[in-house]
């Protein structure tokens, strides 16, 4: 029986030697690679965090000692040495594990976690409690260097500063977020990981520290202080030191020992703590230490027989696409200026950040300054298109509102995995963006259909810029469809248009929902009812023609919309359509009052209605009314 198979609960570690934690550390990569390969999810970060994770709860007491992972993704080891090893079978799958910690799974995760950079404000909250009811545990944050660059971060340490709250902040800095981190934070952190004089001298401290014999504590105290001070000479800044956090490091992220040491010295601190360990991305599998940025989050596919991991050939998808459109229109226009969130593999702008570099920004994980950063250049005079996931665009919401909204900035927001998004669950869902924009004045939001009407859409929008404007797209393959040509429709403001003509309903399509429309028509005719298929492209605005078009008909109309009920284009067109003819027959299926599950894009389309089959019943049901 491998050490593995004797861990059901963080109490099993506490026995165990440091040459057993040695082993546990090199079962767990292999368990890693082989599950995590198969069922698809985020890889490299967790091969990272083995040791760091290990050591964590050999020395603390968790639950009580709460563990907060920020971000959440690189909470799987955690997840095993929590008693759920044997769900890594259903890794992100319907009904199956989370790739994020959950409450709902176990009393570890002591928070559900899926966006970055809010764990030292939960910390401090859960902190600031702990004092005032008396507690005596630990609170712990692991939080990447890559989190760091979002405001959230400074606004959560100037409180645990200010009350002096004792949390332990872990650093974990392998020099990445998803792709490799760039800006001011990120070389303040290499500052400190290279200044080879400050550690060298702190290493000689530590030596003669250790090996004196005789030496009492506080000839170590006169030691430690004299590190310190030098410290606070060869490493600019001081930034931790400076507002009231002690610091500590960096040290080295792998090694278990040194880690379990520090973890007994520190744990019951009265004081925050930062600790800096460096760790490396994808550490113990060779493809993913080459190219963390690739195996960060994976499919769920076998490992090739070189040990590689393919990618799944599906086609182009909605990403691509537009990272090639946004490439031609601004060889075209010197003005296109294309803006991120750390996010710029993700969604497709790597080729554009090469060609055009100067006319590009990755911000870092900082989502309000990205849209700010945007509305700057476009009073100067650019077309900003801000390209980030519409579940992270939310956190920007004042900015959209106040800033952008209010202003009517010409800008375009192009929103990647907008709609019901495959494996990530609850906290990726990019359900909301059709509501939340819909309710500030001056937006505009289009709706491509498919992979040619993404392009078109692109193409108008920068040259019609009259204020803000989005474009969203899902995360799926890019397709065309036999049926509809949308170059022969030009692009009105709130137009919409008709694709396939039908005498029996109208079924209102939005977005890239037009493919289960299409399917839904076919499954109808088999029952005698011939539906005319109605592309909306636009959730607002929506013009009068096409209020009265769809008001006036005898036929029952029914929408079919890929974001929440509430707020959303359907709930606007049913009560429209009321209003203009209170006798018409009208339904339609979006998301309901919930945050969607764990599911692939087909199992959550058929959990919400919005598959061709579950759209073709309620048809039925609404033209024999």
């Known amino acids: 029986m491998s050490l593995l198979d004797k861990i059901n609960s963080p109490s099993d570690l506490k026995g165990l030697r440091n040459s057993d934690l040695k082993q ?173 004089t400050y550690l060298k001298f702190k290493r000689r401290i530590e030596f003669m520290a250790g090996k004196m014999p005789g030496i009492g504590r506080p000839i170590k105290r006169v030691l430690y202080n004299l590190k310190e001070s030098v410290s606070d000479i060869l490493i600019p800044g001081k930034f931790f030191h400076d507002i009231g956090i002690a610091y500590y490091g960096p040290f080295d992220g792998h090694n278990i020992k040194k880690l379990t040491d520090i973890f007994e010295e520190i744990r019951y601190t009265e004081k925050p703590i930062l600790l800096h360990l460096l760790t490396k991305k994808g550490k113990g599998y060779a493809p993913s230490e080459e190219d963390p940025t690739h195996y960060h989050g994976i499919s769920g596919i076998s490992v090739n027989c070189d040990d590689s991991i393919p990618v799944k050939a599906d086609g182009i998808s909605y990403s691509k696409t537009f990272g090639s459109k946004i490439c031609e229109l601004a060889a075209k226009d010197d003005g296109i200026f294309a803006v991120t969130a750390a996010m710029e593999t993700g969604t497709g702008l790597t080729e554009f950040a090469r060609l055009f570099k100067e006319r590009f920004a990755d911000v870092g994980i900082a989502e309000q300054h990205a849209v700010d950063f945007g509305v700057g250049l476009a009073l100067k005079g650019y077309k900003p298109v801000v390209c980030i996931y519409s579940t992270f665009l939310q956190r920007g919401y004042d900015q959209l509102l106040h800033d952008v909204g209010i202003g009517n900035i010409k800008m375009l927001f192009c929103l990647d995995r907008a709609g019901l998004v495959p494996d990530d669950g609850e906290t990726h869902q990019g359900i909301f963006d059709i509501a939340y924009m819909r309710m500030i004045p001056n937006f505009r939001i289009m709706l491509p259909s498919c992979k040619s009407e993404l392009e078109m859409m692109m193409e108008f929008a920068l040259d019609n810029l009259e204020g803000p404007c989005s474009i969203r797209y899902p995360k799926d393959v890019a397709d065309n469809f036999i049926e509809y040509n949308p170059y022969e429709y030009p692009i009105e403001w709130g137009a919409g248009n008709v694709v396939v003509k039908g005498d029996d309903c109208i079924l209102v399509s939005c977005g890239t929902l037009l493919k289960e429309a299409l399917a839904a028509r076919k499954l109808l005719e088999n029952n005698n009812i011939v539906a005319e298929i109605f592309n909306l492209r636009f959730a ?6 096409t209020l009265f078009y769809l008001s006036d008909a005898d036929k029952p109309v029914f929408l079919i919309e890929e974001g929440i009920e509430s707020g959303g284009v359907g709930e606007y067109l049913y009560t429209r359509i009321k209003q203009l003819n209170p006798s018409k027959q009208v339904g339609y299926s979006a998301i309901c009052d919930s945050f969607p599950p764990v599911g692939s894009r087909e199992e959550l389309l058929l959990y919400y209605d919005l598959t061709a089959s579950k759209i073709a019943d309620k048809i039925k049901v609404l033209v024999n009314k």
């Open 540 to 545: 607002k605005p929506i013009n009068k023609e």
């Open 24 to 196: 546990l550390a090199v079962e767990i990569r292999s368990f890693l690679i082989e599950n995590v390969t198969k069922t698809g999810g985020h890889l490299s970060p967790n091969l990272g965090v083995v040791e760091l994770t290990i050591a964590l709860h050999y020395v603390f007491d968790s639950p009580q000692d709460g563990i907060i992972w920020d971000v959440g993704h690189q909470s799987y080891v955690h997840k095993i040495l929590t008693g759920r090893r044997s769900g890594f079978n259903s890794l992100r799958m319907k009904g199956g594990l989370s790739g994020y910690p959950s409450p709902m799974e176990s009393e570890h995760d002591i928070i559900h976690a899926g966006h970055s950079s809010t764990s030292l404000s939960i910390a401090s909250g859960i902190a600031h409690a702990k004092n005032i009811n008396g507690e005596k545990t630990a609170t712990i944050a692991v939080i990447g260097d890559g989190s760091f660059t979002a405001g959230l971060v400074y606004e959560a340490l100037n409180t645990i500063s200010h009350l002096g709250l004792p949390i332990i902040i872990i650093l974990n800095d392998n020099g990445m977020s998803i792709s490799e981190n760039i800006g001011g934070i990120s070389s303040y952190f290499n500052l400190i990981r290279t200044s080879e």
